[in-house]
């Protein structure tokens, strides 16, 4: 059950947590920005091949 301790603890771990990690994120932005370059790139590539491969499958399924 939660209780009202339980809610208030929640909350404020969340709101902690959250600031936390934008801090955290401002803090290191720039220099992942160095280091990470081509990172985006791999990113679409890699949902690119993902979603093909899911279409693939469904293709398959159906015929």
């Given amino acids: ?4 301790g339980k809610l208030i603890f929640a909350a404020v771990f969340f709101v902690v947590f959250v ?3 934008f801090w ?11 280091h990470f370059k081509g990172a985006s790139k ?6 690119l091949v993902l979603l093909l491969l899911f279409l693939y499958v469904k293709m398959r ?3």
Avoid: E, G, R
């Fill in 1 to 4: 059950m939660l209780t009202t």
């Fill in 19 to 21: 600031v936390a990690m």
């Fill in 24 to 34: 955290s994120y401002k803090k290191d932005s720039f220099i992942n920005k160095i």
């Fill in 42 to 47: 791999i990113l679409v590539i890699t949902i």
């Fill in 61 to 63: 399924h159906l015929m």
